[in-house]
T-cell receptor
Framework: AAGVIQSPRHLIKEKRETATLKCYPI?????VYWYQQGPGQDPQFLIS???????DKGSIPDRFSAQQFSDYHSELNMSSLELGDSALYFC??????????????FGPGTRLTVL | TQLLEQSPQFLSIQEGENLTVYCNSS?????LQWYRQEPGEGPVLLVT?????EVKKLKRLTFQFGDARKDSSLHITAAQPGDTGLYLC?????????????FGKGTKLSVKP
Protein backbone atom coordinates (compact mmCIF):
# COMPACT_ATOMS: atom_id res chain seq x y z
CA ALA A 1 0.00 0.00 0.00
CA ALA A 2 1.16 3.52 -0.76
CA GLY A 3 2.59 5.41 2.18
CA VAL A 4 3.44 9.00 2.95
CA ILE A 5 6.41 10.20 0.91
CA GLN A 6 8.80 12.83 2.14
CA SER A 7 11.67 14.49 0.34
CA PRO A 8 14.47 14.96 0.74
CA ARG A 9 15.31 12.29 3.31
CA HIS A 10 18.42 14.15 4.42
CA LEU A 11 19.29 17.83 4.19
CA ILE A 12 22.33 19.76 5.35
CA LYS A 13 22.17 23.55 5.50
CA GLU A 14 24.21 26.41 6.91
CA LYS A 15 22.91 28.84 9.50
CA ARG A 16 20.67 31.57 8.07
CA GLU A 17 19.94 29.54 4.91
CA THR A 18 16.49 28.42 3.83
CA ALA A 19 15.10 24.93 3.36
CA THR A 20 11.98 23.44 1.79
CA LEU A 21 10.64 20.07 2.83
CA LYS A 22 8.03 18.27 0.78
CA CYS A 23 5.34 15.82 1.76
CA TYR A 24 3.11 13.67 -0.44
CA PRO A 25 0.21 12.19 1.54
CA ILE A 26 -1.34 8.77 1.10
CA UNK A 27 -3.67 8.87 -1.94
CA UNK A 28 -7.16 10.17 -1.04
CA UNK A 29 -5.94 11.59 2.27
CA UNK A 30 -6.95 15.23 2.55
CA UNK A 31 -5.20 16.25 5.75
CA VAL A 32 -1.48 16.67 6.38
CA TYR A 33 0.36 17.38 9.60
CA TRP A 34 3.94 18.46 10.24
CA TYR A 35 5.86 17.40 13.34
CA GLN A 36 9.38 18.17 14.58
CA GLN A 37 11.29 15.59 16.60
CA GLY A 38 14.51 16.61 18.31
CA PRO A 39 17.09 14.02 19.45
CA GLY A 40 15.59 11.84 22.17
CA GLN A 41 12.35 13.83 22.10
CA ASP A 42 8.80 12.95 21.20
CA PRO A 43 7.32 14.48 18.03
CA GLN A 44 6.02 18.01 18.51
CA PHE A 45 3.16 19.23 16.35
CA LEU A 46 3.91 22.21 14.09
CA ILE A 47 0.97 22.79 11.76
CA SER A 48 -1.75 20.99 9.83
CA UNK A 49 -3.84 21.51 6.72
CA UNK A 50 -7.22 20.17 5.71
CA UNK A 51 -8.43 20.65 2.15
CA UNK A 52 -5.67 23.19 1.50
CA UNK A 53 -6.64 25.38 4.46
CA UNK A 54 -4.66 25.60 7.70
CA UNK A 55 -6.63 23.60 10.25
CA ASP A 56 -4.47 23.75 13.36
CA LYS A 57 -1.28 25.45 14.49
CA GLY A 58 1.17 24.28 17.09
CA SER A 59 4.66 25.36 18.05
CA ILE A 60 5.74 26.47 14.60
CA PRO A 61 8.26 29.34 14.62
CA ASP A 62 7.40 32.50 12.69
CA ARG A 63 10.42 31.75 10.46
CA PHE A 64 8.59 28.68 9.16
CA SER A 65 5.61 28.60 6.85
CA ALA A 66 3.72 25.83 5.14
CA GLN A 67 0.99 25.27 2.62
CA GLN A 68 -1.02 22.50 1.06
CA PHE A 69 -1.47 22.46 -2.69
CA SER A 70 -4.36 21.43 -4.93
CA ASP A 71 -2.94 17.90 -5.29
CA TYR A 72 -2.84 17.71 -1.44
CA HIS A 73 0.93 17.63 -1.20
CA SER A 74 2.41 20.01 1.33
CA GLU A 75 5.62 21.98 1.68
CA LEU A 76 7.26 23.29 4.83
CA ASN A 77 9.41 26.34 4.19
CA MET A 78 12.04 27.19 6.74
CA SER A 79 14.00 30.43 6.64
CA SER A 80 16.85 31.94 8.66
CA LEU A 81 17.80 28.48 9.85
CA GLU A 82 19.26 28.14 13.32
CA LEU A 83 21.35 25.37 14.87
CA GLY A 84 18.36 24.45 17.03
CA ASP A 85 16.31 23.65 13.94
CA SER A 86 18.35 20.48 13.44
CA ALA A 87 15.83 17.67 13.89
CA LEU A 88 13.76 15.03 12.19
CA TYR A 89 10.74 16.53 10.47
CA PHE A 90 7.81 14.22 9.93
CA CYS A 91 4.77 14.63 7.80
CA UNK A 92 1.66 12.61 8.56
CA UNK A 93 -1.56 12.31 6.64
CA UNK A 94 -5.08 11.27 7.47
CA UNK A 95 -8.52 11.12 5.96
CA UNK A 96 -10.05 13.99 7.87
CA UNK A 97 -13.55 14.22 6.58
CA UNK A 98 -16.24 13.28 9.07
CA UNK A 99 -14.25 10.79 11.12
CA UNK A 100 -14.62 10.55 14.86
CA UNK A 101 -11.02 9.67 15.42
CA UNK A 102 -7.81 11.08 14.07
CA UNK A 103 -5.65 8.25 12.75
CA UNK A 104 -2.45 9.61 11.30
CA UNK A 105 0.07 7.79 9.15
CA PHE A 106 3.61 9.07 9.24
CA GLY A 107 6.21 9.43 6.54
CA PRO A 108 9.84 8.34 6.95
CA GLY A 109 10.91 11.87 7.86
CA THR A 110 13.49 14.39 6.68
CA ARG A 111 16.62 14.71 8.78
CA LEU A 112 17.67 18.35 8.74
CA THR A 113 21.13 19.25 9.95
CA VAL A 114 22.02 22.92 10.34
CA LEU A 115 25.75 23.64 10.53
CA THR B 1 4.10 19.62 31.70
CA GLN B 2 3.69 16.46 29.65
CA LEU B 3 0.03 15.91 28.85
CA LEU B 4 0.55 12.20 28.26
CA GLU B 5 2.73 10.41 30.78
CA GLN B 6 4.25 7.19 29.53
CA SER B 7 5.91 4.61 31.76
CA PRO B 8 8.31 3.05 32.05
CA GLN B 9 10.70 5.21 30.04
CA PHE B 10 13.14 2.33 29.53
CA LEU B 11 12.58 -1.41 29.73
CA SER B 12 15.11 -4.16 29.21
CA ILE B 13 13.85 -7.73 29.40
CA GLN B 14 14.72 -11.25 28.33
CA GLU B 15 13.10 -13.00 25.40
CA GLY B 16 9.91 -14.76 26.46
CA GLU B 17 8.99 -12.37 29.26
CA ASN B 18 5.78 -10.36 29.37
CA LEU B 19 5.61 -6.59 29.76
CA THR B 20 3.13 -3.75 30.06
CA VAL B 21 3.59 -0.13 29.03
CA TYR B 22 1.30 2.54 30.44
CA CYS B 23 0.07 5.82 29.02
CA ASN B 24 -1.76 8.12 31.45
CA SER B 25 -3.34 11.55 31.30
CA SER B 26 -5.74 13.76 33.20
CA UNK B 27 -7.31 14.75 29.88
CA UNK B 28 -9.94 12.93 27.85
CA UNK B 29 -9.02 11.94 24.31
CA UNK B 30 -11.32 11.18 21.40
CA UNK B 31 -8.90 8.46 20.34
CA LEU B 32 -5.51 7.14 21.25
CA GLN B 33 -2.93 5.65 18.94
CA TRP B 34 0.06 3.45 19.66
CA TYR B 35 3.08 3.75 17.39
CA ARG B 36 6.39 1.98 17.14
CA GLN B 37 9.40 3.94 15.94
CA GLU B 38 12.81 2.72 14.82
CA PRO B 39 15.80 5.11 15.08
CA GLY B 40 15.75 7.70 12.30
CA GLU B 41 12.44 6.44 10.91
CA GLY B 42 8.86 7.62 11.11
CA PRO B 43 6.44 6.25 13.72
CA VAL B 44 4.49 3.25 12.42
CA LEU B 45 0.89 3.00 13.54
CA LEU B 46 0.12 -0.17 15.50
CA VAL B 47 -3.44 0.43 16.63
CA THR B 48 -6.10 3.06 17.27
CA UNK B 49 -8.49 2.78 20.21
CA UNK B 50 -11.62 4.88 20.26
CA UNK B 51 -14.18 3.52 22.72
CA UNK B 52 -13.73 3.65 26.49
CA UNK B 53 -12.94 0.17 27.80
CA GLU B 54 -12.00 -1.06 24.34
CA VAL B 55 -9.50 -3.92 24.07
CA LYS B 56 -7.71 -4.70 20.81
CA LYS B 57 -5.37 -7.59 20.13
CA LEU B 58 -2.66 -7.65 17.49
CA LYS B 59 -0.97 -11.08 17.68
CA ARG B 60 1.05 -10.93 20.94
CA LEU B 61 0.16 -7.28 21.58
CA THR B 62 -2.93 -6.30 23.58
CA PHE B 63 -4.06 -2.68 23.75
CA GLN B 64 -6.59 -1.31 26.20
CA PHE B 65 -8.28 2.08 26.38
CA GLY B 66 -9.45 3.18 29.82
CA ASP B 67 -13.15 3.50 30.53
CA ALA B 68 -12.82 7.27 30.90
CA ARG B 69 -10.67 7.56 27.74
CA LYS B 70 -7.82 9.12 29.73
CA ASP B 71 -5.36 6.24 29.79
CA SER B 72 -4.21 3.24 27.82
CA SER B 73 -1.93 0.26 28.15
CA LEU B 74 0.06 -1.95 25.82
CA HIS B 75 0.78 -5.50 26.94
CA ILE B 76 3.24 -7.72 25.06
CA THR B 77 3.20 -11.44 25.71
CA ALA B 78 6.31 -13.57 25.25
CA ALA B 79 8.45 -10.70 23.99
CA GLN B 80 10.87 -11.38 21.15
CA PRO B 81 14.03 -9.52 20.08
CA GLY B 82 12.09 -8.23 17.09
CA ASP B 83 9.85 -6.28 19.47
CA THR B 84 12.79 -4.04 20.36
CA GLY B 85 12.03 -0.41 19.59
CA LEU B 86 10.51 2.83 20.82
CA TYR B 87 6.80 2.61 21.62
CA LEU B 88 4.88 5.88 21.57
CA CYS B 89 1.35 6.56 22.64
CA UNK B 90 -0.38 9.55 21.08
CA UNK B 91 -3.73 11.05 21.89
CA UNK B 92 -6.09 13.03 19.69
CA UNK B 93 -8.21 15.51 21.59
CA UNK B 94 -10.53 16.08 18.69
CA UNK B 95 -11.65 14.05 15.75
CA UNK B 96 -11.62 14.67 12.06
CA UNK B 97 -9.27 17.27 10.65
CA UNK B 98 -9.09 19.35 13.80
CA UNK B 99 -6.83 17.38 16.00
CA UNK B 100 -3.11 17.19 16.11
CA UNK B 101 -1.60 14.31 18.07
CA UNK B 102 -0.11 14.77 21.52
CA PHE B 103 2.68 12.28 22.09
CA GLY B 104 4.01 10.66 25.20
CA LYS B 105 7.78 10.59 25.73
CA GLY B 106 7.92 6.96 24.64
CA THR B 107 9.09 3.67 26.11
CA LYS B 108 12.35 2.33 24.79
CA LEU B 109 12.07 -1.45 24.87
CA SER B 110 15.04 -3.79 24.54
CA VAL B 111 14.42 -7.53 24.34
CA LYS B 112 17.55 -9.62 24.76
CA PRO B 113 17.81 -13.10 23.24
Amino acid sequence: AAGVIQSPRHLIKEKRETATLKCYPIPRHDTVYWYQQGPGQDPQFLISFYEKMQSDKGSIPDRFSAQQFSDYHSELNMSSLELGDSALYFCASSLGTGLVYNEQFFGPGTRLTVL
Amino acid sequence: TQLLEQSPQFLSIQEGENLTVYCNSSSVFSSLQWYRQEPGEGPVLLVTVVTGGEVKKLKRLTFQFGDARKDSSLHITAAQPGDTGLYLCAGAKYGGSQGNLIFGKGTKLSVKP
